[in-house]
């Protein structure tokens, strides 16, 4: 029997210091699993008190398997991991039986458990407990009761020590996917013949006027006069998940996360949210981001935030870069700092500091900072880019009060009215295109790194409204690949190339008539559509970009080439 308790002893004493530990050095990581808990229990008003009871149930957790191991009051000891494991096994349960918190975070991020694991773990660990709790007196302490009260203490001491470290800096193991030697790209893989999710996809159309479902198989969409109403998608089985699965780097929509981890000199600036960021931390992020931009790093701030709020900070600490979105619990598990400092080379974490460490980030040298924007160029396309919108936008005006607010912004009299602006336009269309040339032949395309956000679309365009698309296609498509221009203004100018040339466009950005009625260009593969369209950074469906277009009682329908080809001809 004594056998049994001193074995049980053993047994629960190293699994609560070992579960204790990998969540003492990365309190951060409890603290947000116990905002999570405190979310689907609806205790919200317990959420500010998240850090602090993390903190006490990890020391907790820790110095009881302590006690246990050499027996400083077994009594009070036992006692106290029952009543813990009574708590451990309500939550676990909760997680379990409801699915609303799939992983408990019993061992931090060193050992993932399902949660009907976690919670079946929890009753052998109740009745191993409820064993010493009844065999209390075979737990003697080593040696001394002394000497038990001293190991104990040196145990609360170092713990402490250790909490405090890491709260300052950074844990001292990192478990998760985001450690200083992974590549992301490698582990955003989905492996070959890899399981992939199951869903059950329901549309629900208007039929006669009354809201029905269908499944895909029953394309609701080719029944006449069926109008869109919502969509429901349910997971039926989960696949295989890589260990990066939600990391971006998006801006204005566009995900630029396959041409940042190419670059050998990144550094991200963390910030989950700046609303909660330590202020005085940006003091040190502004010396180091300077000395990284001197030496041809590229930075960015990668946060969940606003532009605006980020636009505040930029301005009041003087931060010399941009920022990119990311989600905020991915940001969270790249780095326990707010804000913290991550250096990647071809997609691999080279280096992670909290700001309190920003002295210590090693920075690579090299031969400064990249070229700036050319202003004088960048004026230039400006004023030409005002040309182009001329005559253009006094033509395609909606109402006689738009058209005669027009002609004031550009001072033409009312006397031109009737003249052929169209000649007019296509003078300056064509000396634009003899201005962009020169400027794409000792250049290459003009986008961002060379004129800016605010005018990085511009020449595209000038492209767009000539008839020259053809010869600029590929550079505007390879210039839009390295973010230099907003992505979807690409696909509408490989749209408008195929059109003319009376082929299926791709994105469905053009449009035509069909015996009278308008309708959106026959559209290719129009079963993937839906993933170009958001790949491109298409905010609406084509059912919706043709509501837009159309009206809202619009259905669309994607009909054939053949179908616009014949009739064009009779």
């Not at 924007?373 to 395609?396: E, G, M, P, W």
């Not at 466009?505 to 559209?523: K, R, V």
């Amino acid at each position: 029997m004594k056998f049994i308790t001193q074995l049980f002893r053993f047994i629960i004493g190293v699994l609560f210091i070992f579960s204790g530990y990998v969540k003492l050095i990365d309190p951060l990581g409890s603290q947000y699993k116990f905002v999570e808990y405190f979310e689907v229990l609806h205790l919200d008003f317990l959420i500010p008190y998240a850090l602090p009871f993390a903190i006490f149930l990890i020391m907790l957790e820790t110095m009881l398997g302590v006690m246990l191991l050499v027996g400083f009051k077994s009594k009070f000891t036992t006692r106290s991991l029952f009543l813990l494991m009574l708590v451990f096994l309500f939550l676990t349960f909760y997680s379990a039986y409801t699915g609303k918190v799939t992983d408990c975070g019993c061992f931090g991020d060193a050992i993932k458990l399902t949660a009907w694991q976690t919670f079946y773990k929890n009753v052998v660990f109740i009745i191993l407990i409820l064993w010493l709790l009844k065999n209390y007196d075979d737990i003697r302490p080593v040696y001394s009761k002394k000497l038990s009260f001293a190991l104990s203490l040196l145990a609360l001491l170092i713990f402490s020590y250790i909490g405090y470290y890491v709260m300052h800096h950074l844990p001292l193991i990192d478990f998760r996917p985001y450690a200083v030697g992974n590549n992301i790209p490698s582990q955003m893989i989905y492996p070959e013949g890899a399981k992939e999710d199951k869903f059950k996809m329901t549309f629900i159309y208007k039929v006669n006027g009354e809201d029905k479902e269908f499944s895909e198989d029953e394309k609701p969409w080719e029944i006449k006069g069926a109008e869109y109403v919502d969509r429901k998608t349910v997971l039926v089985e989960k696949g295989y998940e890589p260990p990066i699965h939600d990391f971006t780097m998006e801006k204005n929509g566009r995900d630029l996360t396959p041409q940042l981890m190419k670059l050998e000199k990144l550094m991200l600036i963390i910030s989950y949210n700046l609303e909660k960021a330590d202020d005085k931390g940006f003091d040190n992020i502004e010396l180091i981001t300077d000395k990284a931009l001197d030496n041809g790093y590229t930075v960015y701030l990668l946060t969940a935030s606003t532009q605006e709020k980020f636009n505040e900070i930029k301005k009041a600490h003087q931060l010399d870069f941009d920022m990119l979105f990311c989600d905020e619990t991915t940001l969270k598990t790249i780095i326990r700092s707010n804000p913290g400092i991550v250096t990647i080379n071809n997609g691999t974490i080279v280096g992670k500091w909290s700001y309190n460490d920003f002295e210590d980030v090693k920075i690579k040298e090299g031969m400064g900072r990249k070229v700036g924007v050319d202003f004088a160029l960048k004026a230039s396309l400006d004023s030409i880019f005002k040309l182009d919108q001329k005559y253009r936008s006094i033509i395609n005006a909606k109402s006689p009060k738009e058209r005669e607010m027009l002609m004031k912004k550009y001072h033409i009299s009312e006397d031109s009215i009737g003249t052929d602006f169209w000649d007019k336009q296509t003078q300056i269309d064509l000396s634009s295109i003899e201005f962009l040339d020169k400027v794409i032949k000792d250049h290459g395309y003009p986008g961002r790194s060379l004129v800016g956000e605010v005018s990085k679309d511009a020449a595209a365009e000038l492209i767009i409204h000539s008839n020259t698309i053809d010869k600029y296609l590929d550079a505007v498509k390879a210039a839009a690949e390295r973010n230099e221009l907003t992505y979807t203004k690409a696909a509408e100018m490989e749209d408008i190339s195929l059109v003319n040339q009376q082929k299926e466009q791709l994105y469905g950005t053009q449009t035509t008539t069909l015996n009278g009625q308008d309708i959106i260009w026959p559209i290719k593969d129009f079963e993937t559509l839906r993933y170009r369209r958001e790949k491109a950074g298409f905010d609406l469906t084509i059912y919706e970009y043709a509501k837009e277009l159309f009206g809202k009682d619009y259905v669309f329908e994607n009909h054939s080439l053949n179908e616009v080809l014949n009739q064009k001809d009779e």
